[in-house]
């Protein structure tokens, strides 16, 4: 009776930001992040096990978050946080009691207090403080898959070389090694964003990079790697152009489209092969497309699950005594702060029923609808960012628990990883994906515009420096001290390509300390590419160069395993 697989893939990010400040940007972002978003959610995917129900889904992890998450600074980190939100809510308490508040009021204070003391516990008596640890244990068990990320969120098809493409990948699968034991089988694309392979050029004019040059597809890099997978959005697969498919589903027979007079039709309801023309022996990837139209059943804030009036208001908090805890509902989406009634926790759990219910139902008759019209079984993919669960939906993971626990008594659709959909369905169909992303356009317009254009000729210029430096100075030449400061350098190069600065100054959304961190990344490394190239030349640095070089080498202490060889060309047909 079963009429198609569900793919729920989450994506779970946050750029570098140890060490760079606390509140309103920084490190609070990644604290949020672990109590609100991630241990819940690895209390209903651990309580689901527990059942007896293998939750199947595939969850992402970029480097730059695992790097964070088991950095040994932040356990303690973690815990003072959570220790100041539980007397911030005993402050509160307080003040509310003296000014005779509503009782309801005074007990929210309490139920904050006790559930930070709740995520504290779970930190650090059921999950070790290791939340990689956890997800671990979760993968290692076959109850979810963990893919892995370009290393930190760098735009890839924006980078102007394939030595840093070929970087963010490789590095990206070096550190899923070094926390995970064992290979990636698939990749989220920073913002789900892909190029395939044409004569491309910046739109900057920066030599070299403004001539064009034939560059290979973004699934040339992934086959490279052994990467089997990535996600894209819908609008990519209904645009795309049938090349092709592979008869029998053997890879070794590729038949082009016009053969047979093959009809390939295309729908978010199925995988296909990724390449960029019909030489598919240049390498391709398969794709998952996103159901635009049941994704935005839970994406949507104000149409869907998440704007219910009953739950926890994201945008109201507590300033009048700087704690910044949330006591109020939606009420209404479109009310004015003022109009937020005060939340009350026991009346979700029956919205949490009935949402998860509709969702569920919602699948199986998608599911059924194409296996009755197609005489196949259907793939439903809904990627997410992470965060959506639990930060700005804060009920967001007890409707994950609900739906998995749910489909597990359906008859017609199951959940399953991405991994086992590939293997049972064994795509056969090739498709040539256009250029674009899941942003606003489907197109680089985010990451690209007037307000953010500068940070490229940045990273375009830091690029050029790099290509330059080891024109002068061959790797294997460098000097033991060259070779640590520039090991370094990379690291802010690095961190000055991920794709969060030029999402944040677009969206102006902490613009200002994002501009602040892409144009220090970029000071830093072109500091220490003079250091570099100084202590090469056989001369010391300076007291204070090398206490320069100690204080950036703390500050961005990631990456432990980088090698400067794995940032080189790649032999690639196109």
């Known amino acids: 009776m079963l009429s198609g697989n569900y793919i729920l893939v989450l994506h779970s990010h946050l750029p570098w930001v140890l060490h760079h400040g606390t509140w309103p940007h920084g490190e609070d972002w990644l604290h949020e992040a672990v109590a609100e978003c991630y241990i819940p959610i690895l209390n209903a995917l651990n309580e689901l096990v527990e059942n007896k129900i293998l939750p199947k889904i595939t969850i992402g992890i970029t480097p730059v978050l695992c790097e964070q998450l088991a950095h040994p600074d932040f356990p303690q980190l973690f ?13 509160d308490r307080k003040f509310y009691s003296d000014h005779n508040y509503d009782q ?67 590095l990206g699968k070096e550190n899923y090694i070094k926390h995970f034991g064992r290979e990636p089988k698939g990749i989220w694309l920073p913002e789900c964003a892909y190029r395939p392979s044409y004569e491309w050029h910046s739109l900057l004019p920066i030599f070299p990079y403004n001539i064009p040059k034939l560059r290979p597809g973004i699934e040339q890099f992934l086959a490279n790697h052994g990467i089997n997978y990535f996600i894209t959005d819908e609008k990519h697969i209904s645009e ?23 009809n390939l039709e295309k729908t978010p309801l199925k995988i296909y092969n990724v390449s960029s ?56 989406t479109e009310a004015d702060m003022m109009y937020k009634q005060l939340y009350h926790p026991d009346w979700v759990d029956d919205k949490i029923d009935m949402q998860s219910n509709h969702f569920v139902h919602h699948l199986e008759n998608s599911v059924n609808h194409f296996k009755n019209e197609k005489n196949m079984q259907a793939t439903i993919c809904t990627p997410f960012d992470t965060e959506l669960f639990g930060h700005w939906w804060f009920e967001g993971p007890k409707f994950i628990k609900a739906v998995l626990q749910g489909m597990s008594q359906s008859p017609w659709i199951k959940s399953a990883t991405c991994s086992e959909q590939v293997k049972k369905m064994n795509p056969s169909e090739v498709i040539r994906m256009n ?15 007037k307000d953010n254009i500068w940070t490229w000729e940045h990273i375009y210029n830091d690029e050029n420096s790099l290509i330059m430096f080891f024109q002068k100075y061959p790797l294997e030449k460098l000097t033991k001290k060259a070779k640590r400061i520039l090991e370094q350098a990379y690291r802010e190069l690095l961190l000055e390509q991920s794709s969060d600065w030029q999402f944040l100054i677009h969206a102006q959304s902490a613009k200002d300390y994002a501009e602040m961190r892409l144009a220090n990344h970029h000071s830093d490394f072109n500091k220490l590419l003079e250091y570099a190239d100084k202590v090469q030349n056989k001369k010391r640095l300076t007291k204070e160069e090398d206490a320069y070089l100690q204080e950036v080498e703390a500050r961005d202490s990631i990456f432990e395993e980088i090698d400067l060889s794995w940032w080189k060309e790649l032999e690639f047909n196109v």
């Open 79 to 91: 815990i003072d946080y959570c220790t100041e939100k539980i007397n911030l809510a005993k402050e």
């Open 104 to 170: 309801h009021h005074i007990y929210l204070t309490e139920y904050w207090e006790k559930w930070y003391q709740s995520v504290l516990d779970d930190y650090q008596k059921k999950y070790k403080s290791n939340i990689i640890g956890a997800f671990k244990k979760l993968q290692d068990k076959k109850a979810i898959e963990i893919i892995t990320c370009a290393a930190t969120h760098g735009y890839l098809p924006l980078l102007p070389t394939e030595k840093s493409i070929n970087m963010q990948i490789k």
């Open 240 to 262: 795309a152009i049938p090349l092709g498919y592979y008869k029998d589903g053997n890879r070794e027979d590729f038949k082009p489209i016009w053969v047979n007079n093959y």
């Open 277 to 332: 023309s019909e030489k598919v022996e240049y390498g391709t990837a398969n794709v998952f497309s996103r159901h635009r139209s049941i994704s935005m059943q839970v994406w949507c804030g104000k149409t869907g699950y998440p704007g219910h009036p009953d739950y926890l208001d994201f945008h109201k908090k507590e300033f009048q005594n700087k704690s910044r805890l949330r006591y109020w509902k939606v009420t209404d």
């Open 435 to 449: 250029e674009g992303s899941w942003g606003v356009n489907n197109n680089h317009d985010v990451w690209s515009n």
